[in-house]
């Protein structure tokens, strides 16, 4: 590389080179800018150094929690132990019954790039340990009051290493049992800016929990103990069956819905898992997991061959639950791509594609032929999508329900003037919409009132056909209950809540420890819309009342969609509480996916909308109502 000449550039020369009139020269005297004097190249120290591999590696506690647990898993642990207080932020404990080190590796595990488990550059090549860099414990101890203590199976005694902002303090002889145990106090005490971007406690601790539950999912075999504040969160008993795992971590009303994914192997690949019907599905990849070799990942191809293999299975926008775990060649993938080691590049990721793809189908395949295409078969008579719930089944036909009688939309209007909604028939006409202007008016004064609307049919069971005064009005019944309900439920939040429907018997849902969080921040707007929800321990919520508008809606699926809708938004990725009116938006699309029309109950579905304030527009501004004037028609038609 070639030295930097020496310059000096005066203010007038930079204003001419930057194109500009004045230039605020960077020092007081006017004299313009130089390098004279300033070091062009340095070296960084080794804290400094530290600080910045602690950006990449140590991301917020969880990212602390999942690079100590990791080393404790490669160390061979039978038992994890986590404690942390405050979200991690005050203090983090990972205490293990691994290997241990003597004081000679206890010493250099602090080193920056000090590793066992990689000892040439033919070895990355086929990485079998979970960390191989060697910069996870510099980099936390940078940022930390960190404490380190270990000792081998057969040695007499262990080893106390103190470091402080990445300086050692203190190392010295230790009574402890056999593993090694690192506590973290105080993280990024000395980077405050670092500090001021986590968020909530309980935000971080949700963090936490999900990071710990993925390696439980991984190391079936470990027992994990997790504590919050001094509480017991998680307790899981080593295993062989990675269904009692899953039972274990995510509730054991899911055992009897799982479905086996057979072990299928080609081209060095070995596949296993299990999947939920597709009645579990939801709206986002939340409930997705994916293990390779022992380590969770995120992969977009795993993702879309798992999406093809149930295309036809499910309607759009919606993702099955599933769990994959992959074992492979360490020499066919590349897990030194992403800083967090979460991402891996596989070097055949066809192959990889068409085994889950085919796996998938199969299993699907199988589930059908053994359930007769009943209700959780995949495809059913006349191609009907069977299976997910009646409300997100996009275009497909009425429900049985519907057919003997009622209809959903009844039930609704019902639920909604038991809420206190007015009498059509006492409510004063309103007179916020004037119809279209003629080419030709007939003379006099016009009248102004709400538009007339005769309900023609309906198409698909989704758009309601609308004969006006100048041609046609399409109308999209699912756009149309968005509005309805979410009109109604501001209201009711400016009054008396909505009346809600207690359930004959309270739903448990267990939810991800980050959705958990969300809902636990918003408490207050379910309680404002209606909506009973309350904590039943650790990641479990109860719900014991529905809206009455939405009376008919199966609670579960309700939560678990409104869930990934608030997951979604920006308030819910910055651990920030919803407004009502945002909240309500959310809660009223969930609501309204998948409604059916029908013709019996178009004229109430019009009337309802229009006796809305702003009754053409869904809360995100979509049309509800959409106008084909006859001039449009006849223009169409070669008749202009």
Request: hydrophobic letters at 35%; one cysteine or more.
């Amino acid at each position: 590389m070639l030295p930097l000449p020496r310059f000096k550039v005066t203010p007038p020369e930079l204003d001419r080179r930057m194109g500009q009139g004045a230039f605020l020269g960077l020092d007081a005297g006017g004299g313009g800018w130089s390098n004279e004097g300033v070091s062009r190249v340095q070296v960084m120290t080794d804290a400094l150094a530290s600080q910045v591999a602690a950006g990449e590696v140590v991301e917020r506690p969880s990212s602390v929690v999942k690079e100590l647990v990791e080393n404790s898993l490669d160390a061979g642990a039978r038992e994890v132990r986590l404690d942390v207080q405050r979200g991690g932020v005050a203090m983090l404990r990972v205490a293990d019954d691994g290997c241990g080190m003597d004081r000679e590796d206890a010493l250099l595990s602090i080193e920056r790039h000090a590793t066992s488990k990689l000892r040439d550059k033919e070895g990355l090549m086929s990485i079998r340990t979970l960390g191989f860099r060697g910069e996870a414990l510099p980099s936390i101890a940078s940022v930390s009051r960190f404490g380190l203590t270990t000792r081998e199976h057969r040695a007499v005694e262990g080893t106390e290493v103190t470091v402080e902002g990445g300086t050692l303090r203190d190392v010295r002889s230790a009574g402890c049992p056999p593993g090694t145990t690192v506590e973290v106090r105080d993280l990024f005490f000395n980077v405050p800016a670092r500090r001021k971007f986590l968020r909530r406690e309980a935000t971080e601790g949700a963090h936490i929990d999900h990071q710990v539950r993925l390696h439980a999912l991984a190391s079936e075999q470990t027992r994990f103990v997790f504590r919050k504040d001094g509480r017991v969160v998680i307790d899981v008993a080593g295993t062989r069956d990675r269904r009692v795992r899953i039972g274990d971590l995510f509730g054991r009303e899911v055992l009897d819905k799982l479905e086996e994914v057979v072990a299928v192997e080609r081209a060095g690949a070995v596949l296993e898992g299990y999947l939920l019907p597709t009645s579990e599905a939801r709206t986002s990849r939340r409930g997705q997991y994916l293990f390779l070799n022992g380590r969770p990942v995120e992969d977009r191809v795993v993702w879309r061959a798992l999406e093809e293999g149930y295309r036809g299975a499910l309607p759009a926008g919606r993702h099955p639950v599933a769990w994959l775990w992959i074992e492979m060649d360490p020499a066919l993938v590349d897990v030194n791509v992403h800083p967090a080691k979460r991402e891996v590049r596989f070097h055949r990721p066809a192959e990889l594609r068409s085994l889950i793809y085919e796996a998938v189908v199969e299993t699907l395949r199988g589930r059908t032929r053994g359930a007769g295409r009943g209700p959780e078969g995949v495809e059913g008579a006349g191609g009907e999508t069977r299976g997910a719930p009646a409300a997100d089944r996009r275009g497909a036909g009425r429900s049985e329900s519907d057919a003997a009688g009622g209809g959903h939309e009844e039930r609704i209007h019902d639920g909604a003037a038991a809420g206190g909604s007015r009498d059509l028939g006492e409510r004063e006409e309103p007179r916020r919409w004037r119809a279209e202007a003629q080419p030709e008016l007939p003379g006099g004064e016009a009248e102004c009132g709400p538009p007339s609307f005769r309900p023609v049919g309906v198409l698909n069971g989704r758009y309601v056909v609308l004969e006006s005064g100048d041609g046609m009005v399409l109308m999209e019944g699912e756009a149309a209950w968005e509005r309805i309900l979410y009109e109604r439920l501001l209201r009711g939040a400016e009054g008396s809540p909505p009346d809600s429907q207690g359930l004959l018997v309270p739903v448990l849902v267990e939810l991800d420890a980050r959705d958990a969080d969300v809902v636990f921040r918003n408490l207050k707007n379910f309680q404002d819309a209606g909506m009973e929800v309350e904590s039943f321990g650790g990641v479990t919520v109860q719900l014991r009342s529905l809206p009455a508008m939405l009376a008919g809606t199966d609670p579960r699926t309700l939560l678990v969609d409104l869930v990934d809708q608030m997951v979604s938004s920006a308030e819910g990725k910055a651990g920030r509480s919803l407004a009502f009116e945002r909240f309500a938006g959310q809660l009223a699309a969930v609501g309204a996916r998948g409604r059916r029309c029908r013709t019996d109950g178009a004229r109430r579905l019009v009337e309802d909308l229009l006796s809305c304030d702003l009754p053409y527009c869904t809360p995100d501004g979509r049309p509800t109502i959409i106008q084909v004037p006859t001039s449009e028609l006849e223009r169409r038609f070669g008749q202009g």
